[in-house]
């Protein structure tokens, strides 16, 4: 069973920038970026296929992050600039297995909170 470890949430002042990482412990067709804040339903930020590269983004993120993935260390990221404070949330790394499956790996989450 795959395994993905999340790093790089933290606090930071609105304008600001984070990276998160997410380290897969094998082979996956497909992974993003979800993110939850509290008292609101988890949403997608970013995905990526792993094999040809091509990314996706929300609209209220287009522009200021850009998610990336390091094949040869097995790990993802998430470049975060320009952050506002309504980016505070979980943020979960996610992926798939194969092409027919859905994103059901999941990290653990890490915090980011941005203060104005």
């Known amino acids: 069973q795959v395994q993905l470890v999340e790093s790089g949430g933290g606090s930071v002042q609105a304008g600001g920038s984070l990276r998160l990482s997410c380290a897969a412990s094998?082979?996956?067709?497909?992974a993003g970026w979800f993110r939850q804040a509290p008292g609101k339903e988890r949403e997608v930020v970013a995905t990526?296929?792993?094999?040809?590269?091509?990314?996706s983004y929300a609209d209220s993120v287009t522009g200021r992050f850009t998610i990336s993935q390091d094949n040869a260390k097995n790990t993802l990221y998430l470049q975060m600039n320009s952050l506002k404070p309504e980016d505070t949330a979980m943020y979960y790394c996610a992926a798939a297995r194969f092409s027919w499956s859905p994103f059901n790996i999941w990290g653990q989450g890490t915090q980011v909170t941005v203060s104005s």
């Open positions: 094998g082979y996956i067709f497909s």
């Open positions: 990526i296929r792993t094999g040809t590269g091509s990314t």
